[in-house]
């Protein structure tokens, strides 16, 4: 149980170009969703929590024009990374909260912005 | 707000020993201490976790213990295997907010 998909796994985009990733929990209902990133060798660093129906709450330093989070069900969380840049690029994880402090994380996505 | 520490930033052992990961928190108000293990290129997976009400848990070869007291919880793995081999993190909460993680250990099991 407890199992969090995200899609695509790996996105190769242009710069000045919109990509959209998708976060689903799949055998369970997500109150809370949140965005991480993650650079080579650091820690998780949690961009943004999402809660479904609402708007997003960002964490300090990051641009919410710029990451624009949708959590449409309970089931489903999209970031979209706007006008890409190659500092953009990065491994982006999203998790699910089913309204306790336990989070599942899902297997992330690779972003290269060339 | 939360602060966590975690070491050591490397840990190798060979296998069959045992691995000790140790983490501190500040704020006192956490409640809640998961550990995750993440493979290169695949995303953490919760492999245990403690919550604030008891000193100790244990799965199979894993356990994590907690001093509330000290503020500090550790993870602990017996009879190491080469598939332990990756990035473990800590981390901590309280009440519903959201998770601070350590900065993570690289275990390294050799044959």
């Known amino acids: 149980g407890a199992v969090v998909s995200q899609h695509p796994s790996r996105v190769i985009c242009k710069s000045g170009t919109s990509v959209k990733i998708e976060c689903r929990s799949l055998?369970?209902?997500?109150?809370?969703m949140f965005w991480y990133r993650q650079f080579p060798k650091q820690s998780l660093m949690l961009m943004a929590t999402?809660?479904?129906?609402?708007?997003?709450?960002?964490e300090q330093g990051v641009e919410k024009d710029k990451f624009l989070i949708n959590h449409a069900s309970l089931t489903l969380s999209t970031l979209t990374v706007t006008s890409a840049h190659p500092e953009d690029s990065s491994f982006y994880i999203c998790?699910?909260?089913?309204?306790?402090?336990?989070?599942?994380f899902g297997p992330g996505t690779r972003l290269t912005v060339t | 707000g939360e602060n966590v520490e975690q070491h050591p930033s490397t840990l190798s052992v060979q296998e069959g020993d045992s691995a000790v990961i140790k983490c501190t928190y500040s704020?006192?108000?956490?409640?809640?201490f998961p550990w995750y293990k993440q493979e290169l290129g695949k995303g953490p997976q919760l492999i245990i976790d403690?919550?604030?009400?008891?000193g100790e848990k244990k799965d199979q070869r894993i356990a994590v213990t907690l001093n509330k007291t000290a503020k500090h919880f550790s993870l602990h793995i017996t009879e190491t295997q080469p598939e332990d081999s990756a990035v473990y993190f800590c981390?901590?909460?309280?009440?519903?907010?959201?998770?601070?993680f350590g900065k993570g250990t690289m275990l390294l099991v050799s044959p």
């Open positions: 998790s699910a909260g089913t309204g306790s402090n336990e989070q599942y």
């Open positions: 055998d369970f209902q997500a109150t809370t």
């Open positions: 999402s809660n479904e129906g609402s708007k997003a709450t960002y």
């Open positions: 704020d006192s108000a956490s409640n809640y």
């Open positions: 403690i919550r604030s009400n008891v």
């Open positions: 981390a901590a909460s309280a009440g519903y907010s959201t998770l601070t």
